[in-house]
């Protein structure tokens, strides 16, 4: 996974680099084709803040956190975007499995029970005709 890093009115640190490095990889578990990830941190008015923007061929997640750390910034943002990475996850299973057969409803019982469908058809046509 590609990650940038961006600093704004911060210093960069490579604590802080490895960090974000370390808990961006995490990601990689969700994603089989590859993905970019892109981080913004900054200070405004005293609090820091961290965007993080996680895009590959088919989704875009985005999330921003406002914390009085920036440690506590990340992990509030990753969690925000794995939250989204859940609820997507939980979306596309249920499509998957909600087209099951248990709700099949037979109208007419003895056609289910036969055992060649076209026979039983055309002995019907023979009859209305």
């Not at 200070?43 to 996680?54: I, S």
Request: some cysteine; aromatic content about 12%.
């Amino acid at each position: 996974m590609k990650c940038t890093i961006s600093f704004k009115h911060l210093e960069h640190t490579e604590s802080l680099d490895t960090r974000i490095k370390e808990k961006t990889e995490h990601f990689c578990k969700y994603f089989e084709d590859a993905a970019e990830a892109k981080w913004i941190c900054y200070v405004k008015d005293g609090l820091h803040y961290g965007e993080v923007t996680v895009w590959g061929p088919k989704f875009k997640y985005h999330a921003k956190s406002c914390t009085d750390s920036v440690y506590k910034c990340i992990d509030d943002a990753l969690a925000k975007v794995e939250r989204q990475l859940h609820k997507k996850k939980d979306i596309w299973k249920h499509k998957l499995h909600s087209n099951n057969k248990s709700n099949l409803i037979i109208l007419d019982p003895e056609q289910a029970w036969y055992e060649n469908d076209g026979e039983y058809h055309f002995e019907k046509m023979k009859k209305a005709s």
